[in-house]
C-alpha cells in the first residue's frame, strides 16, 4: 500500500453520539489520536487534520407556505427514526507539503441508512468495507443466495480517494447523506 494512509473515521457511529452527547468532533479526535509523533514528521498525511459534524435535516412549511430545510444539532432536538443525516468531514492540511494519494474511509452505523454521496466520484462497499466501486456496479446476495443490484441501503461504507494534492493549508469537505433507522 506505499506511502497512502487510510484514515478510518468513527464519527459515522451515529448513536454513540446520539446517545452518549459526544460530538463528532470529539469522534474524530479520538480516532486521530493515535498518530505519533514521529508519523507526522515522516508521513505528510498524518498532517491532514479530520473534523467531522454531524447535523439532523429537517424541513418545515414556512408562514408562506413554502417548505423550508434547516440544519440542527442532534444535541438540540429529539432525533427519531426516519430523521434525515447530513454528514460532513472537514479536512486541512495542517504540514509544510502537499499531500497526495489521500484516501479518506467513513463506515455507515448500523443505526443510519446511507442515503447518498454528495461527491459522484466517491465509492462505496456494500460488503463491510472489503471491496469499493461506484453503488451502479455492486451487487449483494439476497435471502436466496441470488445476486441483485446493490442499492443506497446496502452500503457499509464511504471511501473518497482525493484525486488532486492537498496543497499546504488546503481545506476541503467531504459530505453524505443518511437516515436515522
Do not use: C
Request: zero cysteines.
Amino acid at each position: 500500500m506505499s506511502n497512502m494512509r487510510v484514515i478510518l473515521l468513527e464519527a459515522a457511529l451515529v448513536a454513540g453520539v446520539l446517545v452518549t452527547g459526544l460530538s463528532a468532533s470529539h469522534i474524530a479526535h479520538a480516532a486521530s489520536s493515535t498518530d505519533s509523533v514521529e508519523k507526522a514528521s515522516t508521513d505528510p498525511q498524518a498532517n491532514v487534520k479530520i473534523d467531522s459534524s454531524i447535523m439532523i435535516e429537517r424541513t418545515e412549511i414556512s408562514e408562506n407556505g413554502e417548505p423550508v430545510t434547516q440544519l440542527i444539532s442532534p444535541s438540540t432536538i429529539k432525533v427519531v427514526p426516519g430523521d434525515k443525516l447530513l454528514v460532513t468531514n472537514s479536512y486541512r492540511n495542517m504540514g509544510d507539503e502537499a499531500v497526495t494519494g489521500f484516501v479518506l474511509n467513513n463506515p455507515v452505523h448500523k443505526a443510519v441508512t446511507f442515503t447518498e454521496a454528495l461527491d459522484d466520484w466517491a465509492l462505496v462497499s456494500v460488503d463491510g468495507g472489503q471491496n469499493f466501486g461506484q453503488l451502479s456496479t455492486l451487487r449483494v446476495a439476497d435471502a436466496t443466495q441470488e445476486f441483485r443490484p446493490a442499492v443506497a441501503a446496502d452500503v457499509t461504507h464511504i471511501r473518497w480517494v482525493l484525486p488532486s494534492p492537498i496543497e499546504p493549508g488546503a481545506t476541503g469537505e467531504l459530505r453524505f447523506r443518511g437516515t436515522v433507522k
